[in-house]
């Protein structure tokens, strides 16, 4: 829920490394993401309007940032978010290119330096990935038999998506992560299969535990308690699954890009 990994051990970070779901433990654009989806569903259930959705759920996204601290990762989500949101509040067509543009550009206004970040290389590359490769690679899986045997049911639709959205951002991070980490996830694509519907469901129980804990201490242990029980297999899971060898790529390096990078990056005061 807020980013805090202090009391993780090393050997459980090595294991999230290693099955390509790091950035489950990072505030990032698929919390925010699951943020906006959670409260414009209870908003929609509590009967706002359309407009007042879009209102409430902007100025949850701020509190939300607030809490965190403003950190450059949730920002650069929020603001991609925002952005998008406003535009339907305006009633104007949104087009995807000019929200991640804009977003870069405040970015970069306030703080030029973050364009040399692997963070924001990275959340930038990953949405761009998927804006671009995401209906190019739905129109070619959409050709073999197995896909469309998927997609006639909600569940396999929903999870051919899913693989579908992790690889497009997989693939267009690849040369980024490679460069950064000098390492690739073999198993990454089948693995955020699991997490991230997961972490939605982690993000949904942690909020309901803090909203009940107002009013019903044993309520909100209730949830928590469920949390804990999802949260332990999950880590089991990628406990033992990072732990093949066959679970990623290490030492892989880029050298002759690094080299190139590092000259044309390097400034003297």
Wanted: net charge positive; charged share 15%.
């Amino acid at each position: 829920l807020l980013g805090e990994r202090g009391e993780i051990s090393p050997e459980l970070k090595e294991a999230f490394i290693n099955c390509g779901v790091i950035h489950a433990l990072a505030i990032s654009g698929l919390h925010v993401g699951y943020i906006i989806f959670i409260f414009f569903t209870i908003f929609s259930l509590i009967r706002f309007s359309y407009e007042g959705r879009i209102i409430a759920v902007l100025i949850c996204l701020i509190i939300y940032d607030m809490i965190i601290g403003f950190e450059a990762p949730i920002v650069r989500a929020s603001l991609m978010a925002g952005i998008f949101l406003i535009g339907r509040l305006l009633q104007r067509q949104t087009d995807s290119l000019n929200v991640i543009s804009a977003a870069a550009l405040i970015i970069l206004f306030i703080n030029p330096q973050q364009l040399f970040q692997a963070s924001f290389q990275l959340s930038f590359m990953a949405v761009i990935a998927i804006v671009f490769l995401y209906q190019r690679l739905k129109f070619l899986f959409d050709k073999s038999v197995l896909f469309r045997k998927l997609s006639e049911h909600s569940i396999g639709d929903f999870l051919g998506k899913l693989f579908l959205i992790s690889l497009s951002a997989q693939l267009g991070t690849l040369p980024l992560v490679a460069y950064y980490f000098h390492r690739f996830s073999i198993i990454s694509f089948l693995m955020n299969l699991l997490v991230i519907p997961l972490l939605g469901i982690i993000i949904a129980l942690g909020l309901l535990s803090l909203f009940f804990s107002l009013f019903s201490i044993s309520l909100a242990q209730f949830y928590a308690n469920t949390n804990t029980m999802i949260l332990d297999s999950l880590v089991r899971i990628l406990e033992k699954f990072g732990q093949f060898k066959f679970s990623a790529i290490v030492h892989l390096m880029l050298s002759p890009i690094k080299k190139y990078a590092e000259r044309r990056l390097y400034f003297r005061p």
